[in-house]
């Protein structure tokens, strides 16, 4: 069974410390996010981490499933619409600046790789989007690509440019060459046609990218721990 620590990270942007489970003994940097308001350990009581051991076992990868701030932005009904984006803006400002530099020391790498499922997906793709040079991965399981349904209409550069199916459009496709980019939904998938459509704007940008879709499963934790080792195997056995 693989190791598995629990400990917290300070982050000064947000002012507070958020939640990692580490996963692991050594291997590629992993970072791992849940589904909507989800806790840390999410992807570990679902199973998912589980579903490969076997490389986590051989050294292969190491998960570091952090928390979101998902109460303290898009699902909080009790600040505006730009204070909860303005929030989510902090928490990719905490990535980008403070988490993401502190595995890329532990592990002496500059990039790194990125995984969530549903809204665990938005937020890998999301930050695989806006930052492209520090990621290496990105494994979006059923995600999602726009946020415009918590913005109660406002329009925003911050709204902008956390919406991948709208800047992706708009920006150099060079940038994201190097990435490894999953795409996986099934023809059951409650966000079929979203990933259809980031799908089709990656293929119109030329920007390579594996489309996977399942049959006849749902939007749920056995579809994603199907096809999560079969993603892993292709770039880390």
């Known amino acids: 069974m693989p190791r598995i620590e629990h400990t917290d990270y300070y982050s000064s942007i947000l002012g507070m410390s958020l939640k990692v489970e580490v996963t692991g003994h050594f291997g590629f940097p992993i970072i791992m996010f849940p589904t909507s308001?989800?806790?840390?350990?999410?992807?570990?009581?679902f199973k998912l981490n589980e579903s490969i051991n076997h490389f986590i076992d051989q050294g292969k990868v190491k998960l570091y499933n952090i928390e979101t701030?998902?109460?303290y932005s898009f699902y909080d009904k009790n600040i505006s619409a730009s204070e909860r984006i303005h929030n989510y803006e902090l928490y990719m400002q905490f990535l980008i600046?403070?988490?993401?530099?502190?595995?890329?020391?532990i592990h002496s790498v500059h990039r790194v790789a990125?995984?969530?499922?549903?809204f665990g997906g938005y937020h890998a793709s999301n930050f695989a989007f806006r930052f492209p040079d520090v990621v290496s991965h990105l494994f979006c399981?059923?995600?999602a690509?726009?946020?415009?349904?918590f913005m109660d209409g406002i329009n925003s550069e911050l709204v902008y440019f956390n919406c991948p199916r709208e800047f992706v459009k708009n920006d150099e496709a060079f940038k994201y060459k190097h990435m490894h980019i999953v795409l996986s939904t099934s023809d059951q998938d409650i966000c079929l046609e979203q990933?259809?459509?980031?799908?089709?704007?990656?293929?119109?940008r030329g920007i390579n990218h594996w489309y996977d879709e399942q049959k006849w499963i749902n939007h749920?934790?056995?579809?994603?721990?199907m096809v999560f080792p079969t993603f892993i195997s292709r770039f880390f056995s």
Request: net charge negative; aromatic share 12%.
């Open 195 to 204: 990933t259809r459509e980031m799908a089709d704007i990656l293929a119109s």
């Open 141 to 143: 399981l059923s995600g």
């Open 220 to 225: 749920d934790w056995p579809l994603w721990r």
């Open 97 to 105: 600046q403070e988490f993401v530099p502190y595995i890329q020391k």
């Open 145 to 149: 690509f726009s946020i415009r349904n």
């Open 114 to 118: 990125v995984a969530g499922a549903s």
């Open 69 to 71: 701030i998902d109460k």
């Open 37 to 45: 308001q989800g806790q840390y350990t999410q992807n570990h009581d």
